[in-house]
């Protein structure tokens, strides 16, 4: 048997900067997800999450974060490629947790103000995301050439995002249920945590 309480997926946005053009991507795909029956969601703006920087890791976890994150079915992380890379203040607040992901599905959104829609970010934050736990979908949100895909108000002005964020959900949504049925009913057989420090 596997509980059928509505799925929890919130959304991260990952990035603090001021001005950043992610925001309308996470609020976009927050509502999105909002639309969907059966789907509770959350806007995680990690702008809010205060965590010193003279230490890392489960040491500096934030209490409400690790709540949303241990409650959560799926993370659908929102994150602007800078230098190919992602914000380093994403990975200090995802650092912060690691049983809280085991077994749970992932899916990115990469943002970027060229053509290629945070492809090279997205790579990059992948095996990051296996380390933690999380298992990753096949499909991602490639938001391209972001600074005139919003207008000022943050309405996108290209309709065609819309079914590709649909496939996303819908890929998503699978893999969370999946994943809910194997965590409530199938043993893994090497307990709790993964290879961890190894
Ligand atoms: C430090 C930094 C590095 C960036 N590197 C890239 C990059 O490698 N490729 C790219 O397409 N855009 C790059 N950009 C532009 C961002 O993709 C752009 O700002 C976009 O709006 C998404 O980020 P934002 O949410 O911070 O606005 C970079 C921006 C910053 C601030």
Known sequence: MTTNRPLFMPVILGTARQGRASEH???FVF???LKREGVETELIDIRNIKLP???AGEAIKDAQFSATVERADALIIVVPEYNHGYPGLLKHVLDTNLKEYIHKAVGVCGVSAGVFGGTRVIENLLPVL?????VTIFWDGNFSNVGTLFDQSGKLLDESYVPRTDKFLKELIWMAKTLRHGRENISSGVGGQGPGAD
């Open 25 to 27: 991507v996470a609020r």
């Open 31 to 33: 509502d999105e997800v």
């Open 53 to 55: 920087t003279t230490d």
């Open 130 to 134: 296996r380390e933690l736990g999380l």
